[in-house]
């Protein structure tokens, strides 16, 4: 998708003419990092202040540095006391656990031996670094979701972008949103953490090319391994191991044939077939729901069951990023339907069936139409 520059007639005088006065400043800006990901705003970044070379460091005396735990009014005065102190409740990043990255096919996903209740504070931590705010942060569920945003490291990096940029920054935009959903599962090492990722895109709506609407467009697995890999250097992973593991885990991905999905028919429930045991097929069929843009409530891995909300697709795309809010809200309906997709072990495959909120099969349009977005996303 090329770079969209809305610039009003109005301003173009403006601008050009800022455009001289800014180019000389704009040569002694540093090199851009070359991030691939960049949700954060294009506001300059704060430097922190250095110590002229002339000077030195204050020392800095042990009296007065904070301390942790119990301690009287004897011991303070007692030299060395500060760094002695007994610190307790006090978790390091080098002590979070060990991570490691798991791929089965085309599906990767961390799993983590570390405890959930310090798990949920370093994913909140780790998609507010990226600049992402949560709309979604359910740690009894074990889902967080992030709202849309523009990946800001797609923008053009030429001379006009830098310096028009400085003044009329929110001018350039790519015409593209991201929004990501992390979903925790306990499992028997511990934690696996799943990332997905939805995208959609501007277009024009009209063959004068005079409006434009916002349409899905597919996950990018290429997003989802990159936050993937950040996030096992968050965890605690040394970089060269998240992108050494990263790089293997492509390179088998491309060397794999993906399992296939096939819809079947005379089920009294819309039911799918897919090429795989139970246990890679729960995981699958998880990803594939987050990446469709359902809502997972609940979830029974021991029944096998899902409990989602789901809305007609076709609702997407009417608003604009800023009111995605109501992107799956059908107009029509008080609220979104609920479904259970129910996931069940048949010899050496799996099938996936879809019922209503009562446990009854659905095998109407709207049972149809989910089996066929999750058929879309397995094959």
Request: contains cysteine.
């Amino acid at each position: 998708m090329f770079n969209v520059i809305r610039v009003p007639l109005s301003s173009l005088a403006t601008a050009t003419a800022l455009l001289c006065t800014l180019t000389a400043c704009s040569a002694l800006d540093s090199a851009v990092s070359g991030d691939k990901v960049d949700y954060r705003t294009a506001k300059t970044k704060a430097t922190p202040l250095e110590v002229p070379p002339d000077l030195t460091q204050l020392a800095v005396d042990p009296r007065y540095a904070p301390t942790a735990g119990v301690i009287s009014a004897a011991q303070l005065q007692a030299p060395g006391v500060a760094a002695s102190a007994p610190v307790t409740n006090q978790v390091a990043p080098t002590a979070l656990g060990d991570v490691r990255l798991e791929r089965q096919g085309n599906l990767r996903f961390l799993s983590t031996n570390i405890p959930t209740d310090q798990l949920w504070p370093q994913l909140q931590e780790f998609w507010k670094e990226r600049g992402l705010a949560l709309t979604v942060d359910q740690p009894d569920v074990g889902v967080m979701e992030t709202v849309w945003a523009e990946n800001r490291a797609k923008l053009s990096d030429d001379i006009i972008r830098k310096t028009i940029g400085k003044v009329f920054d929110s001018l350039y935009d790519t015409g593209e949103r991201d929004k990501y959903r992390t979903r925790v599962e306990r499992s028997e090492r511990g934690t696996d953490i799943y990332i997905s990722h939805r995208g959609m895109e501007e277009v024009y709506s009209s063959q004068l090319k005079d409006q434009t609407t916002w349409k899905p467009r597919p996950s990018d697995p290429t997003l989802e391994g990159e936050m993937l890999s950040r996030l096992m250097i968050k965890l605690g992973a040394k970089a060269e191991v998240a992108k050494a593991a990263m790089a293997q885990a492509a390179a088998t991905s491309t060397a794999s044939t993906a399992a296939r999905a096939r819809t079947l028919t005379g089920r009294p429930a819309a039911t799918l077939q897919l090429d795989e045991s139970f246990d890679r097929a729960w995981r699958r069929v998880g990803l594939a729901l987050d990446r469709s843009g359902f809502t997972v409530e609940d979830r029974d891995r021991a029944q096998g069951l899902y409990f989602v909300r789901y809305v007609d697709p076709a609702q997407a795309g009417k608003e604009e990023p800023g009111f995605f809010a109501r992107l799956f809200t059908d107009a029509k309906l008080s609220g979104p339907i609920r479904y259970r997709v129910n996931v069940k072990a048949e010899g050496e495959v799996s099938t996936v069936s879809v019922y209503d909120a009562k446990g009854q099969p659905e095998n109407g349009d709207a049972g149809q139409r989910i089996v066929k977005l999750l058929v879309d996303d397995l094959k």
